[in-house]
């Protein structure tokens, strides 16, 4: 009994230190990405601009909130799928009301994935890293690793098989949710389908003076809530909240794939 005791211990603390790892390089993702998009997160939109310009308001500053970029780091580095999109509405929404623009609210659903698969690809390849595919694993609770194999076609065959596998995985990663699940697609049905309160759910028809003199003819489309974006993305989008399950499925449905091809070229 002592000994299963001791196993199940050594198993939940390299768990434990697995997960923290995969934390930490979903924090340092999400800062990466955050950089990436920094010109994205300051800018203020077109349609801000102009429904400024037709209340006779200031233009909302350019900048971002850094408490707002702090929490969406930090909602990778404790929280969950659902934290991590209310972090990134918060990062895009620079005036404060708690509406997104359509364009908005897209690159807020790219902020939550992007950082996902980046990590998920970096911890990847770290675990193909820590040993041999082609040798057997330790006994649960040895210290003792299996050394790997020496022979050059071995080494070969082993680098093959390692880099078929990265090849795969970070197709997985870049594909699923552009291919399979179509994100671009699903967002414009959620903003399409929603209902929102905003300008009554309706275009605004408004005419914007020009610095020339003249006026422009400007159609506004209405903002979308959080609230209305999340009654109809969990009915309709619920991968946004299982992000890296909907990755590691499509991974295993390809590798799959892959030996049904490697049988049936052996058969043949």
């Known amino acids: 009994p002592k000994l299963e005791e001791s196993k199940v211990a050594i198993q939940d603390t390299a768990f434990e230190e697995a997960v923290l790892r995969f934390r930490l390089l979903l924090a340092k993702a999400a ?48 929280g969950s799928c659902s ?48 040993s041999s595919i082609r040798d057997p694993l330790p006994d649960l609770g040895s210290s003792v690793v299996p050394a790997p194999s020496k022979g050059w076609r071995q080494r070969r065959k082993e680098n093959k098989i390692k880099k078929s596998l990265i090849k795969t995985f970070n197709k997985a990663t870049k594909n699923h949710f552009l291919d399979e699940v179509e994100i671009n697609h699903r967002l414009r049905c959620i903003y399409a389908w929603a209902e929102k309160e905003h300008q009554g759910n309706k275009l605004d028809s408004v005419l914007v003076d020009e610095w020339t003199g003249r006026k422009r003819y400007v159609e506004l489309s209405p903002k979308i809530s959080l609230p209305e974006f999340r009654e109809v993305q969990q009915e309709h989008f619920t991968h946004l909240d299982r992000i ?8 295993r449905e390809d590798l799959w794939v892959q030996q049904g091809k490697g049988r049936e070229r052996a058969e043949l």
């Open 31 to 78: 800062a990466t990405h955050a950089k990436k998009s920094w010109k994205t997160l300051t800018t203020v939109s077109d349609a801000d601009v102009d429904r400024a310009a037709v209340k006779g308001e200031t233009v909302p500053p350019q900048g971002v909130n850094i408490a707002n970029v702090y929490k969406y780091i930090f909602s990778h580095a404790s």
């Open 244 to 251: 890296c399950k909907e990755i590691l499925k499509s991974f």
């Open 83 to 130: 934290d991590r999109v209310d972090a990134a509405w918060a990062l895009l929404d620079r005036d404060g009301d708690g509406l997104l623009d359509e364009s908005e609210m897209h690159d807020m659903a790219f902020l939550c994935t992007e950082p996902v698969q980046s990590a998920l690809r970096t911890i990847f390849e770290e675990a193909l890293e820590q």
